[in-house]
């Protein structure tokens, strides 16, 4: 089974500038998260999708937003960029079952944005 | 507001030593427990899981424990070996009723070191 994939793995931008990350889950998995990790803050939870809807959200402000699409893929935008967007933007699926006690969620290697 | 929490940045230990990760956690809502291990320039890889319904939790050469009076979770690896030096995170989610699984709380991670 493919894991996880995001694209692009490297990203350069410019304040002010926007961008959109992608990224496609495990096949069958119905839920995708978003998670932002930088230096020293771990990763902090961005947002959820599952089926189409956001089930959950982080504490980041609306710059940060995203979609998922009706075969699962998300994507998440991030609007007028600010220097402390610099981060490793990871993208997690799971089969988030509404009967599952566990969540076990499966990573990929994220997308390095650089914002200048 | 730091729910889950890793005190040591990091930890070196000799090969063939055991290792010894913790984790602490303030919301007594938790009920399910992960550790990943990640690689420079790689997603978290998903370790292994407890639930809060038991103690411990063995999978080969790693085991986790769960205090939960204490608030409290260790990964212990034994033997430690080169390939396991990495960054361990650990992460905690709370289920809500007919919801599913909910999103992670991430600490801040730990890096090992496998000293040969």
């Known amino acids: 089974k493919a894991g996880v994939t995001q694209t692009p793995r490297y990203l350069i931008k410019t304040r002010g500038q926007q961008v959109t990350l992608s990224c496609s889950p495990i096949?069958?998995?119905?839920?995708v998260s978003w998670y932002q990790q930088t230096p020293g803050q771990g990763l902090q939870f961005l947002f959820e999708?599952?089926?189409?809807?956001?089930?959950n959200k982080g504490n980041f402000p609306g710059r940060f937003s995203g979609r998922q699409f009706s075969n699962s893929r998300s994507e998440m935008n991030v609007s007028t960029l600010e220097l402390g967007d610099s981060a490793l933007y990871l993208c997690?699926?799971?089969?988030?079952?509404?009967?599952?006690?566990?969540?076990?969620?499966?990573f990929g290697a994220g997308t390095r944005l650089s914002v200048l | 507001d730091q729910q889950v929490k890793q005190n040591s940045p990091s930890l070196s230990v000799q090969e063939g030593r055991i290792s010894i990760l913790n984790c602490d956690y303030t919301n007594s809502m938790f009920d399910y427990f992960l550790w990943y291990k990640k690689y420079p320039a790689e997603g978290p890889t998903f370790l292994i899981s407890?639930?809060?319904?038991?103690d411990k939790n063995e999978d080969g050469r790693f085991t986790v424990f769960l205090n939960k009076s204490a608030k409290h979770l260790s990964l212990h690896i034994v033997p430690s070996q080169p390939g396991d030096s990495a960054v361990y995170f650990c992460a905690a989610s709370q289920r809500k009723f007919n919801q599913g699984a909910q999103k992670l709380v991430f600490g801040q991670g730990t890096r090992l070191t496998i000293n040969p």
């Open positions: 997690a699926s799971s089969p988030r079952l509404l009967e599952a006690r566990e969540n076990i969620q499966y």
């Open positions: 999708y599952f089926s189409e809807t956001q089930r």
């Open positions: 096949s069958g998995h119905r839920s």
């Open positions: 407890i639930s809060s319904i038991k």
